[in-house]
């Protein structure tokens, strides 16, 4: 994982120039939205449970799914998707501080699509679970913070797909 400082600076020293107008716009804009990313993630380590507490309820807990035969039954397949969920969240919001996906590429995605049909894991409830993450988090942390949020449980979402 790279964060937008890194990533910019990286390649201007190994060409040994300064950073142009273009990466330091980029820069800018990174440290303008600092804060609100700060706080959202201090939201976030704040309420964790409580998030996932409200993302199930939202997506998941009513239904076939938690019923015998169902993907969430018994309570151990219960813990994983509540465990998965947590991963989900926390790699999220990595990505968000330092504003680089690639972190859930290396850490989330890699070999889940794979584990998750062998497992037979439900893609579609995952991304409805996600979905519904976007929504509790907006409320949770704000439309700024949230909407950015949104853009790597999409990713997570897209890379499920």
Known sequence: ???TITSLINPADE??????AAALDQLNKY???????????????????????KTVAKSLLYGDIT?????????????ACLRDLNYFLRYATYA????????LDERVLNG????????????????????AMKEVLHGAV??????ELG???????AGLA
Do not use: C, W
């Open 142 to 147: 704000g439309a700024e913070a949230g909407q």
């Open 112 to 131: 889940l699509k794979e584990t998750y049909a062998a497992l037979g894991v439900p893609i579609d409830r995952v991304v409805e679970a996600l979905n």
């Open 31 to 53: 440290f303008q939205k600092g804060a609100v990313r700060v706080q959202a993630a201090s939201t976030i380590s704040d309420t964790a449970s409580s998030i996932i507490s």
């Open 67 to 79: 019923l015998p035969g169902g993907n969430m039954y018994p309570t151990r397949r219960y813990a």
């Open 1 to 3: 994982m790279q964060d």
């Open 96 to 103: 968000m501080l330092a504003a680089d996906a690639s972190i």
């Open 15 to 20: 060409q040994g120039q300064y950073l142009n």
């Open 151 to 157: 853009v790597y449980l999409d990713h997570i979402t």
